[in-house]
């Protein structure tokens, strides 16, 4: 089974061709060839990038081009704007585009909280009709998703990063899951699925992080594998490990059978994003 990492970013420097509108936690550039290089170097086949809300926001022009030069790689996702009175011409033109597997929602404030909200479901319409999941970065809006999931149920929606809060720096919340039960509310959802994604960022204890797996074996058994996927979230997560820790905390767990391993890191991704590289 392939080895996929459901979510990482990839980013040039700064400059005047491809300006930042803001800053994500990091060093200074990730480039496509640096992630291969660090996928590489740990045996990871394949990545889904996710193209960079923080610097990029809606232009995906950048994760493109990291495709285009690494099409076995990597997939990709592309975040959406909400707002955009012709978010289905977008949706529907992403869905055309080569190495498109998905697109995002950064569920920010300027979203409106309200389940019932036309725009978004608008847009989550679009894309269950172009086949595309759709991501949510919906920390502090469980209980909204559930509404969306309802009122969609032909539309896959996978929620980012356990649907929990996570820190870009030191020190690591006190609480680190204290939303969980709102999480694993979801699960009656069968269109809802879960990325395990940047859950070492959530350890008191530092690599192996011991302390993550009581709470993600409620997640493992609420959703099953075939609904959760691994990721590092690469590169957000530099604050608080390195990229062959986030992936060998997984890889080299007893908490995991070989079955569940297989699912979680490469198997579900593929069943629910329709994509797999090609093996090196």
């Given at each position: 089974?392939?080895?996929?990492?459901?979510?990482?970013?990839?980013?040039e420097?700064?400059?005047p061709g491809?300006?930042w509108a803001g800053?994500?936690?990091?060093?200074p550039e990730?480039?496509?060839?640096?992630?291969?290089?660090?996928?590489?170097?740990?045996?990871?086949?394949?990545?889904?990038i996710?193209?960079?809300?923080a610097m990029?926001?809606?232009?995906?022009?950048?994760?493109?081009?990291?495709?285009q030069?690494?099409?076995?790689?990597?997939?990709?996702?592309?975040?959406?704007?909400?707002?955009?009175p012709?978010?289905?011409?977008v949706?529907?033109?992403?869905?055309?585009?080569?190495g498109?597997?998905?697109?995002?929602?950064?569920?920010?404030?300027?979203v409106?909280?309200?389940?019932a909200d036309?725009?978004v479901?608008?847009m989550l319409?679009?894309?269950g009709?172009?086949?595309?999941?759709?991501?949510?970065?919906?920390?502090?809006r469980l209980?909204?998703v559930?509404?969306?999931?309802a009122r969609?149920?032909g539309?896959?929606?996978?929620?980012?990063?356990?649907?929990?809060?996570q820190p870009f720096e030191?020190?690591?919340?006190?609480?680190p899951?204290?939303a969980?039960?709102?999480?694993?509310?979801?699960?009656e959802?069968?269109?809802?699925a879960?990325?395990?994604?940047?859950?070492?960022t959530?350890?008191?204890k530092?690599?192996p992080?011991p302390?993550i797996?009581?709470?993600?074996a409620?997640?493992?058994?609420?959703?099953?594998?075939?609904?959760?996927?691994w990721g590092?979230?690469?590169?957000r997560a530099?604050?608080?490990?390195t990229?062959a820790?986030?992936?060998?905390?997984f890889?080299?767990?007893?908490?995991?059978?070989?079955?569940?391993?297989?699912?979680?890191?490469?198997?579900?991704?593929?069943?629910?994003?329709?994509?797999?590289?090609?093996k090196?």
């Amino acid at each position: 089974m392939a080895i996929i990492d459901v979510q990482v970013h990839a980013y040039e420097r700064n400059h005047p061709g491809r300006p930042w509108a803001g800053v994500l936690h990091g060093p200074p550039e990730v480039t496509g060839d640096d992630m291969v290089k660090a996928m590489d170097a740990v045996g990871v086949d394949g990545a889904i990038i996710v193209s960079i809300y923080a610097m990029y926001r809606f232009d995906a022009s950048y994760a493109i081009s990291v495709h285009q030069a690494h099409p076995t790689r990597f997939a990709l996702v592309k975040p959406v704007d909400t707002r955009n009175p012709a978010v289905e011409e977008v949706i529907a033109e992403w869905a055309r585009t080569d190495g498109a597997v998905g697109i995002r929602i950064m569920m920010n404030d300027d979203v409106p909280a309200d389940p019932a909200d036309p725009a978004v479901n608008r847009m989550l319409a679009a894309a269950g009709r172009a086949g595309l999941p759709v991501n949510l970065l919906c920390w502090g809006r469980l209980g909204q998703v559930a509404g969306l999931a309802a009122r969609n149920p032909g539309t896959r929606l996978v929620i980012d990063h356990l649907g929990l809060q996570q820190p870009f720096e030191p020190p690591v919340p006190a609480e680190p899951f204290a939303a969980l039960p709102q999480l694993l509310a979801l699960a009656e959802h069968d269109n809802v699925a879960v990325k395990i994604s940047g859950a070492g960022t959530l350890s008191h204890k530092g690599y192996p992080f011991p302390d993550i797996w009581d709470p993600l074996a409620r997640i493992f058994d609420a959703f099953g594998f075939g609904r959760c996927m691994w990721g590092t979230d690469w590169t957000r997560a530099t604050a608080f490990l390195t990229y062959a820790q986030g992936v060998d905390a997984f890889r080299l767990t007893e908490r995991l059978t070989d079955a569940e391993r297989g699912a979680l890191m490469g198997g579900t991704v593929q069943a629910i994003y329709g994509w797999a590289p090609t093996k090196r």
